[in-house]
């Protein structure tokens, strides 16, 4: 079993940036693809980013593409999401995933964290 808690999250004003965390405990990340999601009041949980076990593969939701940039560390047990130019519509829960296939439907994420608040003002 894999356990995941996120950090970092916090208040950031619109255009500034944020660095949150996902750090992995229980199994080794290094079999897992690990991948982002994030969830706004009244939403859907939605795909953010993914990237691959060797970190060699990423993958981005159109909405933050260019503007996010997912990595993993897979020594230190943990991964990154590091969100620059953040705008208002980016405000909402975010949740760390893991899992050994991955992909952009929450459905092929076993592993869950318990979510940081990210919050963007205009």
């Known amino acids: 079993q894999v356990q995941l808690v996120e950090s970092g999250g916090g208040l950031v004003q619109a255009g500034g940036s944020l660095r949150i965390s996902c750090a992995a405990s229980g199994r080794t990340l290094r079999n897992y693809a690990m991948g982002w999601f994030r969830q706004a009041p009244g939403k859907e949980r939605e795909f953010v980013a993914a990237?691959?076990?060797?970190?060699?593969?990423?993958y981005y939701a159109d909405s933050v593409k260019g503007r996010f940039t997912i990595s993993r560390d897979n020594d230190k047990n943990t991964g990154h999401l590091q969100m620059n130019s953040l705008k208002p519509e980016d405000k909402a829960v975010y949740y760390c995933?893991?899992?050994?296939?991955?992909?952009?439907?929450?459905?092929?994420?076993?592993?869950w964290g318990q979510g940081t608040q990210v919050t963007v003002s205009s």
């Open positions: 990237v691959s076990w060797s970190g060699n593969s990423k």
């Open positions: 995933a893991a899992d050994v296939k991955g992909g952009e439907d929450i459905h092929s994420w076993r592993h």
